[in-house]
Structures are given as structure tokens and as C-alpha cells.
């Protein structure tokens, strides 16, 4: 086996431009991990917040970006159990997805869903863990509850409101676009807003007749924060997962105490190895199912190259996709 991989490097903390590949050490694996030939990596806005040097890997992980992918297995830890040589799988990894090897521990791992390509297959791990862990285990939703993300032609968001509506609730998203409207409304969503053109303020209130929602996925933060608490329902749960329009809040919190809200919020990658496996098997048991069944599908917007990740990036950037960007490592 080769020593030597090309990988992508960040050569200093900055634009696009700073992305470099380079042939870098095949890593070796821990007992407890499984070496893959990387077919496919999702690019998330954590990479462009590690790219500008805001979200170091955790202490351990691998300094190159990437944090899920998609491959075949070509060796395995001894401490392992339940995949083989040859599988192909998909999976989350605390770092290192944008390279033509990568580890991971076998209990980050799921098994390609049937009939899915590998670029949709790397797709999938970070959105789905991210959505199952806050959605779900944290915000508690529950059918026939009212939910509503932000961003909805994001990969967190085109993830959340299929695992939502599949799991029986009312769905409300906000986009930047009528076209992007148009694709949240196709892909299952009740109301679909365009925060442009509307308050979403208001045309929550309009649509729940007053009562507002149950659970609220943000990813924005901000100058939101003010109509988030505005939106919410008696008893309702805002999570938080990224401050896109920043960390400082200006807001009344009068009704966190007045309708007895929950506040709060979480990141996936510095979690420890058995919350991650516990969701893996959430997953694995409840939603790869209905993935098979054809209920929830991935959702693609562009493809690249592993050499052109900085073109993805500058993709990213722009705010124009609709589903998740993938690089393309090997055939």
C-alpha cells in the first residue's frame, strides 16, 4: 500500500485560496478504527469555519478538513467488530474526510444505503447526526408538533425537513430566495418563507393561528434572536447549532420565563466517541430505513473535485447552493 495520499491542506487561516492539496502520510489506525479508501467527503460550514480559523479539530483529530465521507474499508482494528474488508460505508470523522485515506472508528459508521451512490452517500453522516441529536434527542419533537429551521435549502436544513415531516411534524422554513421557497415547498415543507421579502414573525403567527412552534432549529442567531422568541409556542424548545449573523444577542427574554421556553443549543464535534455511536444506532435503527424505503432522500447540490475543494468553498460562500456540496476523492 502507498505511503503517501494527496490530501487538503490549510496552508494558513484565510480565504478560499488557502485550501492546498498536498501528499501528505496515509494515516495509520487505532484498534478501535477502520482505514478507508475515501470515495467521497461533504463540505460543511464547519470546514469554513476551521478554513478561517475559527473551529480547531478537537484535540487528536486530524488538522485536515472533512468531516464525513464516504469509501471502502481496506483494513480493519483489532479491536473491531461487525464491518470487514471491502465494506463500503459512510460515517462521521472528528477530521481528516478531504483526503484519499481517512480513519475512523467503526462505531462512526454506517453501511451505504442500497441503490445510493458514493458522492450521496457522503452527503448524509454530518447533516443526519446533526439534525437526529438537536432535533430529536435535544428539542425532543414529537408528532404532530409544529418545527421550523432556518436555512432551509442548507444541508442541515433540506436533512431536517424530511427526518421531520417523515416523523409526523408540521413543517415551517425560512430561505433567502422565491426559487429556494419553491425547493423547500417540493421537499416536504408546509410553509416555506422568504425572509427578504417576509417576516417570518408574522407569517408564523399567521399560519399556527397565534400558537406558534414547538421546536426551532437556528442556525442564524443575530439580529434573530428578537423573532425567534416571538415565533415560539408555550412550552417551546429553540436549539441552537451556528451563529451565522454572530454570537451577541440583543433581545428581551421576558418570554422564555412567560412561555416557559427552553433555550439551547450544542455542537457535534468535540462530543465524546459513545454519544456519537449512540446516535449512529439511532440512525442506523430509525432512518436508514426510510433513506432504503426512498421516504428520505439525500439532496445534492454540486459536486467537485478533491483538488478544486477551494472552488466548493468559494460555492459555500456564496450562499447559491440548494443540498450539500460533496468533493469527489476517487472513482
Known amino acids: 500500500m502507498t505511503k503517501l495520499m494527496t490530501a487538503i491542506e490549510i496552508t494558513s487561516f484565510g480565504a478560499p485560496d488557502v485550501l492546498k492539496p498536498r501528499q501528505l502520510p496515509v494515516p495509520r489506525i487505532n484498534d478501535d478504527e477502520l482505514l478507508i479508501k475515501v470515495a467521497a467527503a461533504g463540505v460543511n460550514r464547519p470546514d469554513i469555519m476551521q478554513r478561517s480559523g475559527m473551529y480547531p479539530p478537537p484535540k487528536g483529530a486530524s488538522e485536515i478538513p472533512g468531516l464525513e465521507i464516504s469509501g471502502e474499508i481496506i483494513e480493519i482494528g483489532k479491536n473491531t467488530s461487525g464491518w470487514s474488508v471491502g465494506d463500503k460505508i459512510c460515517g462521521l470523522v472528528a477530521g481528516g474526510g478531504y483526503a484519499e485515506y481517512c480513519t475512523i472508528l467503526a462505531t462512526h459508521c454506517l453501511p ?28 425532543a419533537l414529537k408528532p404532530g408538533e409544529t418545527f421550523m429551521v432556518h436555512g432551509g435549502t442548507s444541508g442541515i436544513g433540506t436533512a431536517a425537513i424530511q427526518l421531520a415531516k417523515a416523523f409526523g411534524a408540521t413543517v415551517i422554513t425560512t430561505s433567502g430566495s422565491d426559487e429556494k421557497v419553491d425547493f423547500c415547498t417540493d421537499l416536504g415543507a408546509d410553509l416555506s418563507i422568504n425572509y427578504k421579502t417576509q417576516d417570518f414573525a408574522e407569517e408564523v403567527k399567521s399560519f399556527t393561528n397565534g400558537k406558534g412552534v414547538n421546536v426551532l432549529l437556528d442556525m442564524i442567531a443575530g439580529d434573530y434572536m428578537k423573532r425567534n422568541f416571538m415565533v415560539m409556542a408555550v412550552e417551546g424548545r429553540i436549539v441552537m447549532i451556528a451563529v451565522q449573523r454572530g454570537p451577541k444577542v440583543k ?81
Open 112 to 139: 451505504v444505503p442500497k441503490g445510493m451512490s458514493m458522492e450521496e452517500a457522503a452527503s448524509l453522516p454530518e447533516t443526519f447526526f446533526t439534525v437526529w441529536s438537536n432535533v430529536f434527542d435535544r428539542g
Open 251 to 331: 433581545a428581551n427574554i421576558l418570554p422564555i420565563m412567560l412561555k416557559r421556553l427552553t433555550f439551547t443549543g450544542s455542537t457535534l464535534r468535540g462530543r465524546g466517541a459513545e454519544f456519537k455511536a449512540a446516535i449512529t444506532e439511532n440512525l442506523k435503527t430509525q432512518v436508514w430505513p426510510l433513506i432504503e424505503q426512498g421516504k428520505i432522500k439525500p439532496v445534492m447540490s454540486k459536486v467537485f473535485a478533491l483538488k478544486d475543494a477551494a472552488d466548493a468553498h468559494r460555492y459555500l460562500d456564496s450562499g447559491k447552493n440548494m443540498g450539500k456540496i460533496v468533493l469527489k476523492v476517487s472513482i
